[in-house]
T-cell receptor
């Protein structure tokens, strides 16, 4: 069985400071991992994904995440927050197999203070 | 433009009145899925479809029906809606059901059942 835990439901940062959104996963296999972003009143958009290639994954808008198998983590980072980064972020785990069984985290709301 | 569309975007209805939320994608994707999003719970999968005429239950299928008669369409049917189905619903599609494929999400349908 797979699961995913987003360790913070809310994160608040000042504009221009680093962002860290934490995600831990549990999987019996080598999973695929995703980060999606949801801006207010919008659908979800893919930020980045890990699928067993490079452990440091770069995504859109300056975000990146590092897959750490020993720590079962896939934390999302950005060196400098922008006001437009204010949104809700979801970490998603998907076990390999013939069909897409995905599990979403409960989300982290990022607030960016001017 | 490649997209997933949902209609309606907003719907207020009463208990027991059958309704259908439509979902359509123009990317020739094989896999489609429905989710509901509730505060603090993230997204939970209702039903998914690997291809035409192939559907299966997700984590929270009770009270919902789906059909996949055409590749591009995947409607969600609530035969007798109840207040606990008040939620934000998302349709998503991906190229295939393999775990490494990202999903593309529609804009969401906010449903209120009185």
């Amino acid at each position: 069985a797979q699961s995913v835990t987003q360790l913070d439901s809310h994160v608040s940062v000042s504009e221009g400071t680093p962002v860290l959104l934490r995600c831990n996963y549990s999987s019996s296999y080598s999973p695929s991992l995703f980060w999606y972003v949801q801006h207010p009143n919008k659908g979800l958009q893919l930020l980045l994904k890990y699928t067993s290639a490079a452990t440091l994954v770069k995504g859109i808008n300056g975000f990146e995440a590092e897959f750490k198998k020993s720590e079962t983590s896939f934390h999302l980072t950005k060196p400098s927050a922008h006001m437009s980064d204010a949104a809700e972020y979801f970490c998603v785990v998907s076990d390999p197999g013939g069909y897409q069984k995905v599990t979403f985290g409960t989300g982290t709301k990022l607030q960016v203070i001017p | 433009e490649a997209q997933v569309t949902q209609n309606p975007r907003y719907l207020i209805t009463v208990t027991g009145k059958k309704l259908t939320v439509t979902c359509s994608q123009n990317m020739n994707h094989e896999y489609m899925s429905w989710y509901r999003q509730d505060p603090g719970l993230g997204l939970r999968q209702i039903y998914y479809s690997m291809n035409v005429e192939v559907t299966d239950k997700g984590d929270v299928p009770e009270g919902y029906k789906v059909s996949r008669k055409e590749k591009r369409n995947f409607p969600l049917i609530l035969e007798s809606p109840s207040p606990n189905q008040t939620s934000l619903y998302f349709c998503a599609s991906s190229l295939s059901g393999y775990s490494y494929n990202e999903q593309f999400f529609g804009p969401g349908t906010r449903l209120t059942v009185l």
